[in-house]
């Protein structure tokens, strides 16, 4: 699977006090990742959410291994590494220009309905069910 990269300029209202990007940006990072990389498949997330689909976040872990500050830019190498039908997680590997580690992490989300209730992509969607299927990394 070709790598997908997406590039993040730190802004100076993502520092704190010390002048290094605050941590829990790196969380708002993986988002802009995720929706990024779900968007180059063609998948319109805000569409899904119209039609019924949501994706709830169910857990993120994180790892810093290094810091970013004003201006950094940041490459996020992010990836579809589960997928179950109804859970999927993504993985995030975030390093300076340079190549030196800032970040690595996951999210995972599980599909609901608009109600609420778990959601069986395999039932609800099958074409979508195979397209991630496709994109899973393996």
Known sequence: ME?????????YYETDQMGL?????????????????????GLDWAALEREG???????????????????DVLHIRASLTEYSGIRMIFRY???QED????????????FLSAEGRPLRLKKQ??????????????
């Open 93 to 95: 590997e975030m390093t």
């Open 53 to 71: 689909i949501l994706s709830a976040v169910t857990a993120v872990r994180g790892d810093y291994k290094g810091t970013s500050r004003f201006d």
């Open 125 to 138: 969607r099958p074409d979508l069910h195979e397209l991630l299927l496709e994109k899973l990394e393996r």
């Open 99 to 110: 190549g030196r580690p800032v970040f690595d992490g996951e999210s995972e989300h599980c």
């Open 21 to 41: 990007t605050h941590h829990s940006n790196y969380i708002r990072f993986m988002e802009e990742a995720r929706v990024e990389l779900l968007r180059s498949w």
């Open 3 to 11: 790598d997908f990269i997406y590039v993040h300029r730190v802004k």
